[in-house]
């Protein structure tokens, strides 16, 4: 028998989430973000689970390559360009629409002939100060790049910082979208300007948010940047891991548990062995106190998470035993929460997954 950890990928989820975000920005078409793996749910596998998104976005051109050998005929988007003049001719090659964000990516398409017409998306830097043109310089970049013969559609892009929380106190989403229409004003082209963060406040923001393209990452895959719960915003989880516990361990006031003897126990209280670690990624730095959930019952982790294994309080779940099922997150444990408990973020969870956790693919509501 394998370990009995698994992450379960529901692509019905992926449907559902996608669906979603189309009916919170039904005019504008949809970039499915699927870089880093697809936030850790595998390229092929997100390519099926988006199959009627737009265009899919990432960050490697090989990964893209990759999804036109797999069968995706739609568009393709390079979230950050590409890195090397080699790069542009496979852009041209496969079709593959590119973010051009500095001066440097502008020189490179000038120098490089294009035997075949690209897309690219124009960045502006509107107050993230990462990647993009300076609203007073991109109408120069703009021209720039429309007297290149081999470019065709060039599309304003720009990023927001904090899509999670409308009234920021540095920097808003109106803030953004001021200086990006500032920047673009009276350049022809289509727009995009929201992450998933924009997108689920698009209702709130209305039309002052124009959006032809949209860039939803996180919420496709059942989490949310911050802020309301991805529950309250109908996304469902889209990845679940499982696993079980392994052995147990009756224990009294003044025992200690895991390396570093971090936790004390107050009483007696039995403690599970869970058969995952921070080699499958588990975060080392959840505390204890980390929702768990053991044969349907909600407790917490209790001392260190070690690199193969975690132990949990089985004190709450009646009939515990070794071999009972456990969920770290997905399927009836928001991985928000456990990000949140952990000091992190559920993207970070999603992407830290590790290789040798086996990937299986299924309904929610399947033990998986
Ligand atoms: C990652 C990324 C997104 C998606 O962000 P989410 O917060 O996951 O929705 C959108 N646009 C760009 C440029 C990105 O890098």
């Not at 051009?100 to 002939?113: G, N, S």
């Not at 009276?186 to 124009?210: A, I």
């Not at 599970?272 to 080392?284: K, M, N, S």
């Not at 408990?341 to 509501?365: D, F, H, K, N, W």
Request: overall charge negative; aromatic content about 6%; some cysteine.
């Amino acid at each position: 028998m394998p370990r009995p950890l698994f992450a379960t990928i529901h692509l019905d989820s992926m449907q559902h989430n996608l669906a979603q975000a189309r009916s919170c920005a039904p005019y504008a078409r949809i970039w499915a973000v699927v870089k880093a793996n697809a936030y850790g749910h595998g390229l092929e596998r997100a390519m099926r689970g988006f199959a009627t998104a737009d265009g899919l976005a990432l960050i490697e051109v090989d990964y893209a390559v990759r999804l036109r050998e797999s069968g995706w005929i739609k568009p393709l988007l390079l979230l950050e360009g590409f890195f090397d003049a080699s790069d542009v001719p496979l852009l041209a090659e496969h079709n593959i629409n590119t973010a051009v964000h500095c001066i440097e990516q502008v020189k490179m398409l000038e120098y490089t002939q294009l035997y075949r017409p690209i897309d690219v998306h124009l960045k502006m830097n509107t107050g993230m100060n990462r990647l993009g043109f300076q609203p007073g310089e991109y109408a120069a970049a703009y021209a720039r790049l429309r007297a290149i013969p081999g470019i065709r559609n060039i599309t304003h892009m720009t990023h927001f910082a904090n899509a999670d929380e409308l009234e920021h106190p540095r920097l808003t989403i109106a803030d953004q979208v001021r200086r990006f229409q500032h920047g673009a004003d009276g350049l022809p082209g289509e727009r995009s300007l929201s992450n998933s963060g924009g997108v689920l406040h698009q209702s709130d923001l209305g039309d002052s948010l124009s959006n032809d393209w949209v860039r939803p990452g996180i919420m496709l895959y059942g989490g949310t940047p911050g802020g309301r719960s991805a529950q309250d915003f109908g996304l469902l989880p889209t990845m679940t891991l499982r696993s079980e516990i392994i052995g147990m361990q009756e224990i009294v006031a003044g025992d200690t548990v895991g390396y570093g003897s971090r936790f004390e126990a107050s009483g007696p209280m039995t403690v599970g062995v869970v058969a995952c670690g921070y080699a499958d990624g588990y975060p080392r730095h959840a505390p204890h106190g980390t929702p768990v959930v053991v044969d349907g019952v909600r407790t917490t982790l209790v001392g260190r998470v070690s690199m193969d294994m975690m132990t949990v309080d089985l004190t709450p779940v009646r009939n515990a035993r070794v071999g009972s099922k456990v969920t770290l997150w997905g399927d009836g444990l928001p991985i928000d929460e456990v990000a949140q408990s952990a000091g992190t973020i559920g993207y970070e969870l999603m992407c830290a997954l590790a290789g040798r956790v086996r990937v299986q693919e299924g309904p929610m509501g399947s033990d998986g």
